[in-house]
């Protein structure tokens, strides 16, 4: 069974671009989460996709967005990208419903604004 | 709010035990998780925790107290390969399924 694939792997930006990163979750599973991930901040919440539609939000700002396709398939934009921005992004997926479904991860996303 | 705290840094020597600490503050709760983090890797599931008590699975033991906010991790018999960051994540329950929150980890590193 094929894990979670986030493309591209590594990515290097220039300040006030924008990028777009990719997620394809477990075959099966309908919920997939980004997060930001950071040296001093941890592991921070993004957004929450569940079968097209938006469930949960973190607190970032509307430069950060994303979608869900019908095969669950996600991606993530950052537009006007500034240097603050560089960081790990890491989309985990899961099956719906029960509290003690446990999240699996992609390998991330490295994103360096120059 | 949402508070998950855990120490930055620990060091242990390879054989030895090491307990990892979590506390939480959350609106609500329903479910406790720690993940392990290799370096330039994805992280990985260890355990589950949504009563109180211990769970223990190989190597690695979850104690909950939710009357406390609290959580620990339990690594017996330290190995080298056990040098990564722990992740204390908690389920906070607002209405159906609701996203992990995440502390900001635990290096540990393991030393001959």
């Known amino acids: 069974k094929a894990g979670v694939t986030q493309t591209p792997r590594y990515l290097i930006k220039t300040r006030g671009q924008q990028v777009t990163l990719s997620c394809s979750p477990i075959?099966?599973?309908?919920?997939v989460s980004w997060y930001q991930q950071t040296p001093g901040q941890g592991l921070q919440f993004l957004f929450e996709?569940?079968?097209?539609?938006?469930?949960n939000k973190g607190n970032f700002p509307g430069r950060f967005s994303g979608r869900q396709f019908s095969n669950s398939r996600s991606e993530m934009n950052v537009s006007t990208l500034e240097l603050g921005d560089s960081a790990l992004y890491l989309c985990?997926?899961?099956?719906?419903?029960?509290?003690?479904?446990?999240?699996?991860f992609g390998q991330g996303t490295r994103l360096t604004v120059v | 709010g949402q508070n998950i705290d855990q120490p930055t840094e620990m060091t242990a020597t390879e054989g030895a035990i090491v307990q990892i600490n979590c506390t939480y503050q959350?609106?609500?709760?329903?479910?406790l998780f720690w993940y392990q983090q290799h370096a330039g890797e994805a992280p990985t599931f260890l355990s589950y925790?949504?009563?109180?008590g211990l769970e223990e699975k190989g190597r690695f033991s979850s104690f909950l107290s939710r009357s406390k906010g609290y959580s620990y991790l339990l690594l017996k018999e330290l190995q080298m390969k056990d040098s990564a960051s722990y992740l204390c994540?908690?389920?906070?329950?607002?209405?159906?399924?609701?996203?992990?929150?995440f502390g900001k980890g635990t290096r540990l590193s393991v030393i001959a």
């Open positions: 985990a997926s899961s099956l719906a419903g029960a509290p003690n479904t446990e999240a699996f």
């Open positions: 959350t609106s609500g709760f329903n479910g």
């Open positions: 925790n949504v009563l109180d």
């Open positions: 996709y569940f079968s097209e539609t938006q469930r």
């Open positions: 075959s099966g599973h309908r919920s």
């Open positions: 994540a908690v389920r906070d329950f607002h209405s159906g399924n609701t996203p992990l929150v």
